[in-house]
């Protein structure tokens, strides 16, 4: 089992910056790809970005291209997503999640259904 840790999460006025980290733990081995999602009141859980496991390769979602960044270090077993120039509709719960599979030419990815395991999820608001 791989158990995922979210912090960073906090309230934040608009145009302002967060950095999300997930620490893994368990078996971090069997850890390749590595994404964000996020989830507001109501509405599905969604896509926001993914990482390969050397970092090199990276997805984010149309809406965050450009202002958010996903990276990774495999030292400390510890994903980042760097969040600036937020937006109210940016407002969500965010889940770390985690996969055995690498990164290829499908966008399995960007399914929630695709990865084995998930975190518990930070709170990120945005205020206008």
């Known amino acids: 089992q791989v158990q995922l840790v979210e912090s960073g999460g906090g309230l934040v006025q608009a145009g302002g910056s967060l950095r999300l980290s997930c620490a893994a733990s368990g078996r971090t081995f069997s850890v390749n790809t590595m994404g964000w999602f996020r989830q507001a009141p109501g509405k599905e859980r969604d896509f926001v970005a993914a990482?390969?496991?050397?970092?090199?390769?990276?997805y984010c979602a149309d809406s965050v291209k450009g202002r958010f960044t996903i990276s990774r270090d495999n030292a400390k077993n510890t994903v980042y997503l760097q969040m600036n120039s937020l937006k109210p509709e940016d407002t969500a719960t965010y889940y770390c999640a985690a996969d055995r599979r690498g990164l290829s030419g499908s966008s399995w990815y960007s399914k929630r259904s695709s990865y084995d395991y998930w975190g518990q999820g930070t709170q990120v608001t945005v205020s206008s």
């Open positions: 990482v390969s496991w050397s970092g090199a390769v990276t």
